[in-house]
């Protein structure tokens, strides 16, 4: 899985992922619409907190997006990451 932050940031992403799925590597990576990576961390084996990295590839973005798509998770375009996050 690829867990895409929108409009509600990191904090509202990470509410919404399973410290177990972290922990268990079920999440290939965490990357804002913008393309930045965010390193996840898990405390007490429950809480998901995401940090920005500084660090930004969107061409790896739209890369892991074209995977996923492969495996019917959306229609939208992986080139266009907004339109995948409304889905």
Do not use: C, W
Not at 2 to 27: C, F, H, N, P, Q
Not at 38 to 55: I, N, T
Request: hydrophobic residues 35%; glycine residues 10%; proline residues 6%.
């Amino acid at each position: 899985m690829t867990a895409l932050t929108s409009s509600g940031g990191a904090e509202d992403a990470a509410e919404r992922v399973k410290a177990i799925d972290v922990e268990g590597g079920e999440y290939k990576a965490f990357i804002r619409l913008g393309g930045e990576r965010l390193m996840p961390h898990v405390f007490d084996h429950a809480k998901v907190v995401l940090e920005p990295s500084g660090q930004r590839d969107p061409e790896s973005l739209v890369e892991l997006l074209d995977r996923e798509r492969s495996t019917g998770g959306f229609s939208s375009d992986p080139a266009e990451p907004e339109s995948v996050a409304n889905e």
